[in-house]
Antibody, heavy 116, light 110 residues
């Protein structure tokens, strides 16, 4: 059974850093495309980043240069390193597997709150 | 800046049919954008309904169908049920590793 479990969310001050983790089971992370999608409180979904099976990464303009997606094959886990956090980065961050250029499995989400 | 537009809200009667759409700020949506659709209820993660324009995900009832209507992607719900009351999102693959979500449609069944 495919399962994605995010962790690492919390309250952080503006300008701070946080790393989210997404532990996968039921499939091999490094053989798949993996993505992060976020949702600000009361708002819609926003695509954030993707890592291809090749290791190539892409980012939304809103996070480019501040966020880094990576993976650890030994732990079957995907990460999102978030630096220079802003109040507008406050959101629930979902990890999702990419298949057929869509998001076929989703984690339960991790809440990141950026506030002083 | 690419904008993907959905109806902010829609209402359907129980048993009725509703079509939600997903449009591009410039140009037409085609199958090459691999439109997909997601259902989300408050406090829950999104659930994948449709991928690759018109392919239902595993376990999705056949009252949900996807298509291209004119220059937009479309999600049609036939025989709406009370528990279809949710937010619905489309997303388009823009190429070069970039996806753009629509703003979502809040569907009311009453």
């Amino acid at each position: 059974e495919v399962q994605l479990v995010e962790s690492g969310g919390g309250l952080i001050q503006p300008g701070g850093s946080l790393r989210l983790s997404c532990a996968a089971s039921g499939f091999i992370v490094s053989s798949n495309y993996m993505s992060w999608v976020r949702q600000a409180p009361g708002k819609g979904l926003e695509w954030v980043s993707v890592i291809y099976s090749s290791g190539t990464t892409y980012y939304a303009d809103s996070v480019k240069g501040r966020f880094t997606i990576s993976r650890d094959s030994s732990k079957n886990t995907v990460y999102l390193q978030m630096n220079s956090l802003r109040v507008e980065d406050t959101a629930v961050y979902y990890c999702a597997r990419v298949n057929f250029r869509s998001f076929d499995f989703w984690g339960q989400g991790a809440l990141v709150t950026v506030s002083s | 800046q690419t904008v993907v537009t959905q109806e902010p809200s829609f209402s359907v009667s129980p048993g009725g049919t509703v079509t939600l759409t997903c449009a591009l700020s410039s140009g037409s949506v085609s199958t090459s954008y691999n439109p997909s659709w997601y259902q989300q209820t408050p406090g829950q993660a999104p659930r994948t309904l449709i991928h690759s324009t018109d392919t239902r995900s595993s376990g999705v009832p056949d009252r949900f169908s996807g298509s291209i209507l004119g220059n937009k992607a479309a999600l049609t719900i036939t025989g709406a049920q009370a528990d279809d009351e949710s937010d619905y999102y489309c997303v388009l693959y823009m190429g070069s590793g970039i996806w753009v979500f629509g703003g979502g449609t809040k569907l009311t069944v009453l």
